[in-house]
């Protein structure tokens, strides 16, 4: 698997690129994804449009790609009747991600995405069975990790993990943090981190707002156990889904190489940021760290 090949630099060498925000990327050429069952509606009637945004991000230079899957859901797809579908558009998802890094120069794993922001909170029993089923899909399909968000729900974020580590993928987690430092969810990082661990994540990302947040994040959970890694949105104004156009992206590359030096083993864009972002870091990563060490299958 490709996973096993670069699954090694979550300890040493160049930190793994994740992708961009998916939706700033699909507005910036254009096409929206903001109510909810439109990721739906594109990988049934605009697969094109999905393969593009996939070799996008493949020929900027990412390493680990996300695919559509957050929105696949019965529920998120039930907006506009396509809750039997969910099986067969997650499947679709999967399979362009997969046809699209099988033809990529270097090893590119693709990740499954468990978390929506377009369905409504659930009841805890309901909650549980669909981020269950839906990391099985995920799995089924071919997706080598997981990534679970929580859209700010420890509750959520939780849950997904749990949902994930049965499906015995490495499991990643997403942490929105605030400008002033904080989590989103609200409490104390120490013992959220520590929970998630145990549920079986094996990375946690800190979704900043700036390198600075970024920074204090990872030197706090330094001793946590975890591959640690930053999703640094474009600036400190940027809104998640919305390109931010007036990002200085090789400015924003420098500012990414202090998560580097300060231990992220995952570098990604968060807020605003598209394909851009990513060609800028990738760029910025290669210049320093100009050669990885052998790649060590099933590490």
């Known amino acids: 698997m490709t996973f096993a090949r670069i699954r090694h630099r979550l300890a040493q060498g160049r930190p793994l690129v994740l992708d961009s925000d998916t939706c700033a990327c699909f507005r910036a050429r254009g096409v929206a994804l ?21 070799h996008a991000e493949i020929e900027r230079g990412v390493d680990v790609l996300c695919g559509l899957t957050a929105d696949t859901t019965p529920r998120a797809l039930a907006e506009v009747g396509m809750e039997h579908r969910s099986a067969a558009l997650t499947g679709a998802a999967v399979e362009l991600a997969l046809e699209a890094a ?15 922001d377009m369905v409504g909170p659930a009841a805890a029993e309901r909650l549980h069975s669909e981020l269950g089923e839906h990391a099985r899909r995920l799995a089924a399909a071919g997706c080598e990790l997981l990534l679970v968000r929580g859209q700010g729900s420890r509750i959520g974020l939780m849950a997904g993990v749990v949902a994930a580590a049965a499906t015995d993928l490495p499991v990643w987690a997403a942490i929105e943090v605030t400008p002033a430092g904080e989590l989103v969810a609200g409490g104390a990082a120490g013992p959220l981190l520590e929970s998630l661990a145990d549920a079986g994540a094996s990375v946690v990302l800190f979704e900043v707002p700036s390198t600075d947040v970024g920074v204090a994040r990872l030197r706090a959970a330094a001793d946590s156990g975890l591959s640690l890694g930053v999703l640094l ?6 809104v998640r889904g919305f390109p ?5 992206t090789l400015r924003w590359a420098a500012r990414a190489m202090e998560l580097d030096t300060n231990g992220a083993r995952v570098i990604g864009g968060g807020a605003g940021t598209t394909e851009d972002h990513t060609a800028a870091l990738a760029q910025a990563l290669g210049a320093a760290h100009p050669s990885l060490p052998p790649s060590r299958t099933g590490a």
């Open 102 to 116: 099988s033809l990529g120069t270097k090893p590119v794993a693709v990740a499954g995405v468990l978390g929506s």
């Open 244 to 248: 931010d156009g007036d990002a200085d």
């Open 34 to 54: 903001d109510t909810p069952g439109a990721v739906g509606l594109l990988l049934r009637e605009r697969q094109h449009q999905v393969a593009r945004h996939y």
């Open 233 to 238: 949105a474009g600036g400190p104004e940027s």
